[in-house]
């Protein structure tokens, strides 16, 4: 899941702390330079600055000799729509004090109970949907902040691939979550001869554990992506969709159209039913893996996302549908 990347070219740093939680990141707004830069050789020298984005962002091998993008990143840094949009974008997100906060206090957390972990240099882009919404590798983080600009502003996300249970998303509390849960897949040990959906649901069920013990502020509802409704009502028929899975034997289930239709994005989950939301699966794994490690003090997170066994976590979770 995790690209791996070497960040290259000059990050001006910004040291960001906050009381006992302080982790120095290294944090670029290049959406500014981009708006900023209204020549083609302005564009090219960014590009070759930050060559690491250039490939990984915009797919631009030999960053600034890629005329085509060149071109293309000079037209719209003047065009006027895309400057009343970018206008938006800014206000939205102002001088992003909240933003580094957050991330700063996450990759402390991460620090303490993964030592080896280093923070990313964070850069933000508003291109017009140039790019994805994020690219989350070991050494760099890319925002798309457009992606993130809320209901409001001038441009959406648009495609088939962005029916509004997606869209709701992208906002910006969501942000940061979204980059935690990606940074958790380097820690999150699998055993791939597994191919059960056990598997797959203990795997997002230690993802979901692993982004709520770095970001215990966060509500549940940023970190899966349910509304409150949603969490509520699910939460309170759990012992329904628990009986749905066990009657229809889908805990090792390994045929891969049925596993989706329980771990993919949907409105809602149509077997169980239309208050069911989509991915219900991925929730019935944070449960599983929640209440094994409340019921397991002793196991550190690391330790638990070192645990590639699967059915040992489910087993020793006690877990059966129940609400405590």
């Given at each position: ?7 290259a ?101 991460i620090?303490?109970d993964?030592?080896d ?15 994805p ?155 599983i ?32 549908g129940?609400?405590?």
């Amino acid at each position: 899941m995790h690209l791996r990347a070497a960040l290259a070219g000059i990050f001006c740093l910004f040291l960001f702390a906050s009381c006992q939680k302080s982790e120095d990141i290294a944090f670029v707004r290049l959406d500014k330079q981009l708006s900023s830069s209204k020549s083609p050789d302005s564009i090219r020298a960014l590009l070759n600055q930050y060559p690491a984005v250039a490939q990984l962002y915009f797919n631009a091998n030999g960053a600034g000799n890629d005329t085509a993008l060149v071109h293309e990143l000079t037209n719209r840094a003047s065009n006027p729509d895309l400057l009343t949009f970018n206008q938006q974008v800014q206000n939205q997100f102002g001088d992003m004090a909240d933003l580094r906060a957050e991330l700063a206090g996450a990759f402390s957390n991460i620090k303490k109970d993964f030592p080896d972990f280093n923070s990313p240099n964070v850069v933000t882009v508003v291109t017009g949907f140039m790019g994805p919404d994020l690219v989350v590798t070991d050494s760099l983080i890319v925002i798309g902040l457009d992606y993130f600009a809320g209901p409001k502003a001038k441009y959406r996300p648009q495609g088939p691939e962005y029916p509004q249970y997606i869209l709701r998303r992208y906002a910006k509390d969501y942000i940061v979550p979204a980059i935690v849960f990606a940074i958790s897949d380097k820690y999150n040990a699998t055993n791939r001869t597994d191919q059960t959906m056990l598997a797959d649901m203990i795997y997002y069920g230690k993802g979901y554990v692993f982004t709520k013990n770095m970001l215990p502020e966060v509500p549940d509802s940023l970190i899966i992506g349910y509304s409150d409704k949603q969490l509520t009502q699910t939460f309170n028929a759990q012992d329904v969709v628990w009986a749905y899975f066990i009657d229809n034997q889908l805990l090792y289930q390994t045929n891969p159209a049925i596993k989706q239709r329980y771990l993919n994005e949907r409105p809602f989950t149509a077997e169980i039913g239309q208050a069911a939301p989509g991915a219900i699966g991925r929730w019935l794994g944070w449960r599983i893996v929640g209440k094994y490690h409340d019921e397991h003090p002793g196991v550190s997170i690391a330790e638990l996302m070192r645990n590639a066994d699967a059915r040992q976590i489910f087993e020793q979770s006690g877990y059966k549908g129940q609400k405590e």
